[in-house]
């Protein structure tokens, strides 16, 4: 059974201890850390595990846990695998940008405290949640595997014949041949290798599109296909943190008319990837492909 974190700082313990009793009073079970786990070498790993368990987080939000590196880790680290988080204003403080257009509860007035929109929407998240997250329930691990083993066995591939996942990888041993594009800015001074900049974007949080425009032959496929395969290593050394890269190549889905139909051509018959288009969906708001 998944549970509901308590995040807190230490300054706020009575508080967190009021509302884990709230919260079990409700019937729902709570995981909050009681026995110092920050202060241990291996605070991390049983935290993280705990939080990916979750169905909800509760962040009490003080000036204090404003300024906690613990606190600002544990509700950034579950929004990052997908887990709901909930801020409650104990004491009047600004939230961080992630936070601020989050559903929120204030809870400054001990007599005027909304425990019953709490738990009602606690149950709610609840009821909305999948037990091991939707991301483990699509098996992806075959797809993953085939990506890298295409990149990295391209002769083997040729030489058997064997069609790759992504049937663009059959052009170049790419593996041998790969060379990094370069970035320019509006007025032509060079910002780095192409590589180094979508790295970088994909770690902003805040940017939500990229279009790399050029002309035909100048390297825009095998700079996708390469990213495709660093992204899928990513993805299977950390399956949490990391997201599930999807190659769509336009040119072979051209006549498709909707997006619902393309997935399920490019899951389906071509990757053998079992999903919905709701799933689909739902990873990516998630931030998960």
Same mark, same amino acid.
């Given at each position: 059974?998944?549970?509901?974190?308590?995040?807190?700082?230490? /300054?706020?313990?009575?508080? +967190?201890?009021?509302?884990? =009793?709230?919260?079990? @009073?409700? !019937?729902?079970? $709570?995981?909050?850390?009681?026995?110092?786990?920050?202060?241990?070498?291996?605070?991390?790993?049983?935290?993280?595990?705990?939080?990916?368990?979750?169905?909800?987080?509760?962040?009490?939000?003080?000036? /204090?846990?404003?300024?906690? +590196?613990?606190?600002?880790? =544990?509700?950034?680290? @579950?929004? !990052?695998?997908? $887990?709901?988080?909930?801020?409650?204003?104990?004491?009047?403080?600004?939230?961080?940008?992630?936070?601020?257009?989050?559903?929120?509860?204030?809870?400054?007035?001990?007599?005027?405290?909304?425990?019953?929109?709490?738990?009602?929407?606690?149950?709610?998240?609840?009821?909305?949640?999948?037990?091991? !997250?939707?991301?483990?329930?699509?098996?992806?691990?075959?797809?993953?595997?085939?990506?890298?083993?295409?990149?990295?066995?391209?002769?083997?591939?040729?030489?058997?014949?064997?069609?790759?996942?992504?049937?663009?990888?059959?052009?170049?041993?790419?593996?041998?041949?790969?060379?990094?594009?370069?970035?320019?800015?509006?007025?032509?001074?060079?910002?780095?290798?192409?590589?180094?900049?979508?790295?970088?974007?994909?770690?902003?949080?805040?940017?939500?599109?990229?279009?790399?425009?050029?002309?035909?032959?100048?390297?825009?496929?095998?700079?996708?296909?390469?990213?495709?395969?660093?992204?899928?290593?990513?993805?299977?050394?950390?399956?949490?943190?990391?997201?599930?890269?999807?190659?769509?190549?336009?040119?072979?889905?051209?006549?498709?008319?909707?997006?619902?139909?393309?997935?399920?051509?490019?899951?389906?018959?071509?990757?053998?990837?079992?999903?919905?288009?709701?799933?689909?969906?739902?990873?990516?708001?998630?931030?998960?492909?």
């Amino acid at each position: 059974m998944s549970h509901v974190f308590i995040c807190y700082s230490r /300054e706020d313990f009575d508080f +967190a201890e009021l509302l884990r =009793e709230k919260i079990e @009073a409700a !019937g729902l079970k $709570v995981w909050q850390d009681l026995n110092g786990l920050r202060a241990g070498e291996d605070w991390r790993d049983d935290i993280d595990q705990a939080i990916r368990e979750a169905f909800a987080l509760i962040a009490v939000m003080t000036p /204090e846990a404003n300024a906690s +590196a613990y606190v600002s880790y =544990e509700w950034a680290f @579950a929004l !990052g695998v997908g $887990v709901k988080v909930f801020p409650v204003i104990r004491k009047p403080t600004e939230l961080h940008s992630r936070l601020e257009g989050i559903q929120f509860l204030n809870f400054p007035d001990i007599k005027a405290r909304p425990w019953d929109d709490l738990v009602e929407v606690l149950r709610d998240a609840q009821s909305h949640h999948t037990p091991s !997250g939707i991301q483990r329930a699509i098996n992806v691990d075959a797809y993953i595997q085939r990506i890298i083993y295409d990149y990295e066995f391209f002769e083997e591939n040729r030489d058997n014949k064997r069609t790759p996942a992504i049937e663009l990888m059959e052009r170049d041993n790419l593996k041998a041949h790969y060379v990094s594009l370069y970035v320019r800015d509006i007025d032509g001074a060079r910002l780095g290798s192409i590589d180094e900049f979508v790295n970088t974007w994909l770690e902003d949080s805040e940017s939500n599109h990229l279009s790399i425009l050029g002309d035909y032959g100048t390297g825009k496929s095998s700079f996708c296909l390469n990213l495709t395969y660093n992204l899928a290593k990513k993805y299977r050394a950390d399956p949490v943190k990391n997201r599930i890269p999807i190659f769509i190549s336009l040119s072979k889905h051209s006549r498709v008319e909707d997006l619902p139909n393309l997935i399920d051509r490019l899951f389906i018959q071509q990757y053998n990837i079992s999903i919905t288009y709701d799933d689909f969906h739902r990873l990516m708001t998630d931030g998960k492909v």
